[in-house]
Nanobody, 124 residues
Framework: QVQLVESGGGLVQAGGSLRLSCAASGRTNSGSARGWFRQAPGKEREFVAAISTGGGSTSYADSVKDRFTISRDNAKNTVYLQMNSLKPGDTAVYYC?????????????????WGQGIQVTVSS
């Protein structure tokens, strides 16, 4: 099983930027596609973005398209989520996920591992 650890969260003003990182260890070839989800208080966990094993294909939720960018550095076993033009509605705990394919992550049909989550707070 692959272990995932998120970093880079924090407090930012609306309109600002943050970059989240997700470092993988263990069986990093297990569930090689990666994704990000978020969960706001009182709401269900929702899909944010996903990236294929090689990094050539990406998927985004409509709510973050054109503001967030997912990328990966396979040499470092790390996935990133660059978040720009942040809004108070982006406030949530963000989770990294590993899965078999980008599509299986985006549809939450096959998640092999979850990170512990990291808080992102956007103030108005």
């Amino acid at each position: 099983q692959v272990q995932l650890v998120e970093s880079g969260g924090g407090l930012v003003q609306a309109g600002g930027s943050l970059r989240l990182s997700c470092a993988a260890s263990g069986r990093t070839n297990s569930g090689s596609a990666r994704g990000w989800f978020r969960q706001a208080p009182g709401k269900e966990r929702e899909f944010v973005a996903a990236i294929s094993t090689g990094g050539g294909s990406t998927s985004y939720a409509d709510s973050v398209k054109d503001r967030f960018t997912i990328s990966r550095d396979n040499a470092k076993n790390t996935v990133y989520l660059q978040m720009n033009s942040l809004k108070p509605g982006d406030t949530a705990v963000y989770y990294c996920a590993a899965g078999a394919t980008r599509t299986s992550i985006a549809t939450m049909t096959s998640i092999a591992s979850w990170g512990q989550g990291i808080q992102v707070t956007v103030s108005s």
